[in-house]
């Protein structure tokens, strides 16, 4: 059963923009800190932002200033805004939802080519 569902990825320029999205159960997405991670090709997967759900988040070094995470409860939906994209920004975007006692949740992952 699908609990994640990314998308929104694709291919842009630097300095481009792109609007990620992640559509959850509602169960999940109720009582869950939804985050967003990253990882590029070689690399580890790193946090790039997290809300909790009550609205508090938090940004890494390389997302503050840039990226935007929001979630909206009536479509059980959390958004990542990413503006100024920078090449060193590609990767494959993944989903995330974390719940007190439960295994966390991980979406399929969406592709972002940030290149010209």
Known sequence: QVQLVESGGGLVQPGGSLR???AASGSIFRSSIMAWYRQAPGK???LVA????NGRTNYSNSAKGRFTISRDATKNTMYLQMISLKPEDTAVYYCNAAR???KDEWGQGTQVTVSS
């Open 20 to 22: 990620l999205s992640c």
């Open 44 to 46: 580890q997967r790193e």
């Open 50 to 53: 997290s809300i909790t759900p």
């Open 100 to 102: 007190l006692l439960y």
